[in-house]
């Protein structure tokens, strides 16, 4: 007689894999260019300067012990000195939570947030991490369109007339992931000011803030309002292997925040987190450091959309990279990037269609484009190989 095998959680029916991790594992051959993935560039991570962290953190044992579940208290320290000059008012250590990457902040929000059945406005497209954890929250998800001054607001105030009312506005503002579009000031005051009218929260997603090329990303949504709760990471400037992220809230979300991470991981690395610090802390290295990633990624960046308008003229619609990590592009002529990608890899070269990042389905015609892990020469090949599969 064989088991019964006990049932798993009934939420789980609703979610799917991430297109973009299962794209991955397609992509690892050597011979395929990859623009699929969203990846900072491993060559460009300061090896000898964690090192030399790592050595100064592992000289004590306090390194290898359990730390505050609201993390190690002098990294909290060099955050809110940080956020404090970017938001442009003093932010209290008690606002501060570190987590395993902005993602876990993400996911931990979202059950301090969010009852079943509530719901949550995102952009669309959207990026595909959000979707994930508002899906697996039970959350209703509406989604409001972007343009060139990212999430358009007015479509909140017309959702708002409808008689409904968001729980949570989640906003990739600075370079989205994956539109690369950065929300306008003018939208940013309008956002806070439907949040604190609304009784909303905003999460206001920023790990791509400091990626900027030509000029720094406007003020933050979250220096405009006590609404916006603010994410951000150590993966884009310094290492994803870090797990380093952290959030800006009021002390109840912190508070309410770390209940939940004592019952998932208890506290996070102690000796990444001290390495962090150290890196954070030494400004005027980070400061070359950060410029010298952002020199490499605006030139790759102008090489790939450079590459794509000769390639294809007016075919394809893409706009100027000012930041981040990624392109969008849409075929102008009815391309379906779904059904190009199988000939795409045969050619040797791999995208993500724009349809792994839609709410409620669309983006056929679309794809994003992640320009950091290869050179200028190699996003050409890349753009090629591409337009061999488009024929």
Same mark, same amino acid.
């Given at each position: 007689?064989?088991?019964?095998?006990?049932?798993?959680?009934?939420?789980?029916?609703?979610?799917?894999?991430?297109?973009?991790?299962?794209?991955?594992? /397609? !992509?690892?051959?050597?011979?395929?260019?990859?623009?699929?993935?969203?990846?900072?560039?491993?060559?460009?991570?300061?090896?000898?300067?964690?090192? =030399?962290?790592?050595?100064?953190?592992?000289?004590?044992?306090?390194?290898?012990?359990?730390?505050?579940?609201?993390?190690? =208290?002098?990294?909290? &320290?060099?955050?809110?000195?940080?956020?404090?000059?970017?938001?442009?008012?003093?932010?209290?250590?008690?606002?501060?939570?570190?987590?395993?990457?902005?993602?876990?902040? /993400?996911?931990?929000?979202?059950?301090?947030?969010?009852?079943?059945?509530?719901?949550?406005?995102?952009?669309?497209?959207?990026?595909?991490?959000? /979707?994930?954890?508002?899906?697996?929250?039970?959350?209703?998800?509406?989604?409001?369109? /972007?343009?060139?001054?990212?999430?358009?607001?007015?479509?909140?105030?017309?959702?708002?007339?409808?008689?409904?009312?968001?729980?949570?506005?989640?906003?990739?503002?600075?370079?989205?992931?994956?539109?690369?579009?950065?929300?306008? $000031?003018?939208?940013?005051?309008?956002?806070?000011?439907?949040?604190?009218?609304?009784?909303?929260?905003?999460?206001?997603?920023?790990?791509?803030? &400091?990626?900027?090329?030509?000029?720094? +990303? $406007?003020?933050?949504?979250?220096?405009?309002?006590?609404?916006?709760?603010?994410?951000?990471?150590?993966?884009?400037?310094?290492?994803?292997?870090?797990?380093?992220?952290?959030?800006?809230?009021?002390?109840?979300?912190?508070?309410?925040?770390?209940?939940?991470?004592?019952? +998932?991981?208890?506290?996070?690395?102690?000796?990444?987190?001290?390495? =962090?610090?150290?890196?954070?802390?030494?400004?005027?290295?980070?400061?070359?450091?950060?410029?010298?990633?952002?020199?490499?990624?605006? &030139?790759?960046?102008?090489?790939?959309?450079?590459?794509?308008?000769?390639?294809?003229?007016?075919?394809?619609?893409?706009?100027?990279?000012?930041?981040?990590?990624?392109?969008?592009?849409?075929?102008?002529?009815?391309?379906?990037?779904?059904?190009?990608?199988?000939?795409?890899?045969?050619?040797?070269?791999?995208?993500?269609?724009?349809?792994?990042?839609?709410?409620?389905?669309?983006?056929?015609?679309?794809?994003?484009?992640?320009?950091?892990?290869?050179?200028?020469? !190699?996003?050409?090949?890349?753009?090629?190989?591409?337009?061999?599969?488009?024929?």
């Amino acid at each position: 007689m064989s088991p019964t095998i006990p049932p798993l959680a009934g939420k789980l029916e609703g979610l799917r894999s991430s297109a973009i991790r299962d794209l991955l594992k /397609l !992509t690892s051959r050597a011979d395929i260019v990859s623009l699929a993935g969203g990846l900072p560039d491993a060559e460009l991570m300061p090896r000898e300067r964690l090192a =030399t962290a790592a050595d100064a953190a592992l000289s004590h044992n306090g390194c290898l012990q359990y730390t505050e579940s609201t993390g190690w =208290t002098p990294l909290r &320290e060099v955050l809110a000195h940080r956020e404090s000059a970017g938001l442009g008012r003093s932010v209290r250590l008690a606002e501060v939570f570190v987590t395993h990457g902005s993602q876990q902040a /993400l996911s931990l929000l979202a059950e301090v947030l969010l009852d079943p059945g509530a719901l949550v406005v995102v952009e669309d497209p959207a990026y595909v991490g959000a /979707l994930q954890v508002f899906r697996a929250a039970g959350a209703r998800i509406a989604a409001v369109p /972007l343009d060139g001054e990212g999430m358009r607001t007015e479509a909140i105030t017309a959702l708002i007339a409808r008689g409904e009312r968001p729980a949570v506005v989640h906003t990739v503002s600075n370079f989205h992931n994956p539109g690369g579009v950065t929300m306008s $000031p003018r939208r940013r005051m309008e956002l806070a000011r439907l949040a604190e009218q609304h009784g909303f929260w905003v999460i206001e997603d920023d790990p791509y803030g &400091e990626l900027w090329f030509d000029s720094p +990303a $406007p003020a933050p949504v979250a220096s405009y309002s006590s609404n916006v709760i603010r994410l951000s990471s150590a993966s884009k400037i310094l290492s994803p292997s870090l797990r380093v992220g952290w959030m800006v809230a009021p002390e109840p979300v912190c508070r309410a925040v770390e209940l939940l991470k004592q019952g +998932a991981d208890l506290c996070g690395s102690a000796l990444t987190q001290q390495i =962090t610090a150290d890196l954070l802390a030494d400004t005027t290295w980070l400061a070359g450091h950060v410029d010298h990633v952002r020199a490499v990624y605006g &030139e790759r960046a102008k090489a790939l959309v450079h590459a794509t308008r000769t390639r294809f003229a007016d075919r394809v619609r893409c706009g100027d990279a000012a930041g981040g990590m990624f392109v969008w592009a849409d075929f102008t002529d009815g391309t379906d990037t779904d059904r190009l990608l199988p000939r795409a890899l045969e050619s040797g070269v791999a995208y993500v269609p724009g349809s792994a990042f839609a709410v409620d389905g669309g983006y056929r015609n679309s794809m994003r484009m992640c320009f950091t892990t290869s050179d200028a020469a !190699t996003l050409e090949l890349a753009i090629d190989r591409l337009a061999d599969a488009v024929g």
